[in-house]
């Protein structure tokens, strides 16, 4: 990648702009001097390196590595003077990583048609849709669009399973970075509320910004304190785009609505429900698997299950309106749109047994899940198999408990990116709120063998819901990412290992 080098003083000229410098600076030799690479990795550190310093188990050791392979100069909140560089001391280094990035990548947004996705639930799936339109749209001149989600990421030189809805602003600057290098054009991403209220899009300038829905989530001491700190997170993303579209359906619709008019760009509304929206789903029904619908005078197809998926349809055609894409081109890549590990239905041989495959990992998801499949699937029985993560949006123990425990026939517990807490406590503390409703229920911490003993129980007509893990590959145990088999791989060799034991 060719990139423009800069002085040690435009980057502080930036941070002292926005007002984020706590001491003076070091001097001006220091500051003339070329950056060539901004790291918080000792690893990769080399000549002309500025380092920073982050994470809540950073120890100065790293520091002093990074001087001894050739970093200048460091940023931190907190100056070490075991190490004798100099600092550039800030008021919050999460603020701070941002301008840095961009300045180290030259703006890269700027230069490229970012659309950024936010949400309770559907961002995987609104992403996709809008990945399958522009890449019909793009396909003729032999270019892809570029993706930055929760399933994976591609930017036209790296491509990779994902597991941060959001990269930090270093990893994401330089995504952007090689989208614009490699001509790509367009990059649709999902925009978390994480990612918004520690800064790590600050600076990414949006071609369109996109409000799917709000509901209770990520409401933890190491998230967000409380539903209001969520929501006005989540809002924050009008304030860096020119186009704004909001779901007339979603609860706190007036709010999200004002939000967007605020930032002074375009306004599209899109909805199921009100006709008053610029873009209004008529007509919605089945057509065997398919889901079709109108806007307009023009008629749609979804050959992805879930009634659900109107909505984050509705939510891509309000984009693609926006910024000009065809209508045919919308028509086809929705016609197309497949998204890993997002309900996905797999049956064995007589369709006795049907398992979908789905991320929904929320209290809003859950419900959009089940309403959906008690309409589609009204006379199975259900068995729902997840569980929840460590140490964040603990909430969900109680709200995932309780929607699975009022739909479900039998819910099986287990491990879901437990990180450093016990998969068992975890599925103990669910279990209470599982059973509070009624439902029976069964803990298994191994994930497989949860999802086998779901299968090989089922006796009659039965859906199974196998949610939190879609497609991905690895589970957290500790601090590290372990490999293991997809949902999807275990659904389908235990769906095979059903018929063969069946008399």
């Known amino acids: 990648m060719q990139l423009e080098y800069f002085s040690l003083k435009c980057y502080c000229e930036d941070l002292e702009r926005s007002g984020l410098l706590a001491a003076p600076l070091p001097p001006a030799g220091v500051l003339e001097r070329r950056v060539e690479l901004v790291s918080y990795n000792s690893r990769e550190v080399r000549e002309g390196t500025l380092f920073i310093c982050k994470g809540a188990h950073f120890k100065w050791e790293y520091l002093a590595d990074a001087g001894a392979k050739g970093a200048f100069a460091y940023v931190s909140e907190t100056a070490y003077p075991q190490v004798d560089l100099p600092c550039i001391l800030v008021k919050d280094i999460r603020a701070v990583l941002a301008p840095l990035a961009v300045r180290y990548y030259n703006h ?196 992805m299950p879930g009634l659900f998926n109107v909505e984050n349809a509705l939510c891509a055609m309000a984009v693609c309106r926006g910024l000009g894409i065809p209508e045919q081109c919308v028509a086809q890549g929705l016609m197309k749109a497949r998204v890993p590990g997002r309900m996905e239905v797999y049956s064995n041989r007589d369709g006795e047994v049907i398992a979908i495959v789905d991320y929904a990992h929320n209290r809003l998801s859950f419900e959009t899940l089940f309403d959906s499949v008690k309409r589609e699937y009204p006379d199975r029985r259900i068995v729902t198999v997840f569980g929840c993560p460590g140490k964040k949006a603990f909430d969900r123990r109680r709200d995932l408990g309780e929607v699975s425990g009022r739909y479900s026939d039998l819910v099986v517990l287990t491990e879901e990116d437990s990180g450093e807490e016990d998969t068992l406590s975890i599925c103990r503390e669910i279990a209470v709120h599982v059973e509070a409703r009624g439902c029976p229920f069964r803990i298994e911490p191994n994930r497989g063998e949860a999802i086998r003993q779901a299968v090989l129980s089922c006796d009659g007509p039965t859906v199974i819901l196998i949610t939190g893990k879609g497609a991905e590959t690895r589970q957290k145990r500790g601090l590290e990412y372990i490999d293991t088999p997809s949902d999807v791989e275990y659904a389908r060799a235990f769906l095979n290992e059903y018929d063969a034991v069946r008399p």
């Open 108 to 303: 890269p947004s700027e230069k490229l048609k970012v659309i950024g996705i936010t949400g309770t639930k559907g961002k995987s799936s609104t992403t996709y849709y809008l990945k399958y339109i522009l890449d019909e749209y793009l396909g003729t001149r032999g270019k892809r669009c570029g993706v930055i989600s929760s399933i994976d990421t591609y930017d036209g030189v790296e491509e990779f399973e994902s597991h941060l809805t959001t990269p930090e602003p270093l990893e994401l600057q330089r995504h952007f970075a090689h989208a614009y290098e490699q001509g790509l054009e367009y990059v649709v991403m999902e925009v978390s509320s994480q990612a918004l209220k520690y800064h790590r899009t600050l600076h990414t300038r949006f071609a369109a910004a996109a409000f799917l829905n709000i509901g209770s989530d990520h409401i933890s001491p190491a998230e967000h304190p409380d539903f209001e700190d969520y929501f006005h997170s989540k809002l924050k993303i009008f304030a860096q785009t020119g186009l704004c579209c909001v779901n007339l359906d979603c609860d706190h619709a007036p709010e999200v609505l004002e939000a967007a008019r605020a930032s002074g760009g375009r306004v599209i509304t899109f909805s199921r429900r009100d006709a008053s929206a610029e873009v209004y789903a008529a007509g919605i029904r089945k057509e065997g698997a398919d889901i079709c619908f109108r806007v307009g005078e023009g008629d749609y197809r979804l050959t």
